[in-house]
C-alpha cells in the first residue's frame, strides 16, 4: 500500500487548506475497511495524532486542539481521504502525515498504524 499525500501549502493565519490522501497498490476491498489517521510534526517536536476516522466515515475523532477547526472525510470509492482545515493558526504549521490503520476504526496512537504517506508541508504565517 502506498499513501499519497497532497494539499499543503503556505497560508495566512485564519485561511483553509485541504488537504488529500490517495492510497493505491494492495488496495482493492480493503480501503473500504480500514480506519485512517492524520498525523503532523513540527519542527522539534513528536510527531503527534490529528485525526481519524473509521472505515466507512460514520466516527470521526481529532486532538483537542483542531476540534471545530478540522474535518476529515473519505471518499472509498476514490481511496482517498480528506483533511480540512479552517481557520488555521500558526501552531498548525508541520508536516502533515497521513496513515492506514488495519483496524475498521483509527487509532489514536502511531503503533496503530500500519502504511505512512510521505508528507505534505503545511505553513501558517501569522
Known amino acids: 500500500v502506498q499513501l499519497q499525500a497532497s494539499g499543503g501549502g503556505l497560508v495566512q493565519a485564519g485561511g483553509s487548506l485541504r488537504l488529500s490522501c490517495v492510497a493505491s497498490?494492495?488496495?482493492?476491498?480493503?480501503?473500504?475497511?480500514?480506519?485512517m489517521g492524520w498525523f503532523r510534526q513540527a519542527p522539534g517536536k513528536e510527531r503527534e495524532f490529528v485525526a481519524g476516522i473509521s472505515w466507512n466515515g460514520d466516527r470521526t475523532f481529532y486532538r483537542e486542539s483542531v476540534k471545530g477547526r478540522f474535518t476529515a472525510s473519505r471518499d472509498n470509492l476514490k481511496n482517498t481521504v480528506y483533511l480540512q482545515m479552517n481557520t488555521l493558526k500558526p501552531e498548525d504549521t508541520a508536516t502533515y502525515y497521513c496513515a492506514w490503520d488495519n483496524a475498521p476504526i483509527a487509532g489514536w496512537t502511531q503503533e496503530e498504524y500500519e502504511y505512512w504517506g510521505q508528507g505534505t508541508q503545511v505553513t501558517v504565517s501569522s
Open positions: 497498490g494492495r488496495t482493492h476491498n480493503t480501503f473500504n475497511m480500514v480506519g
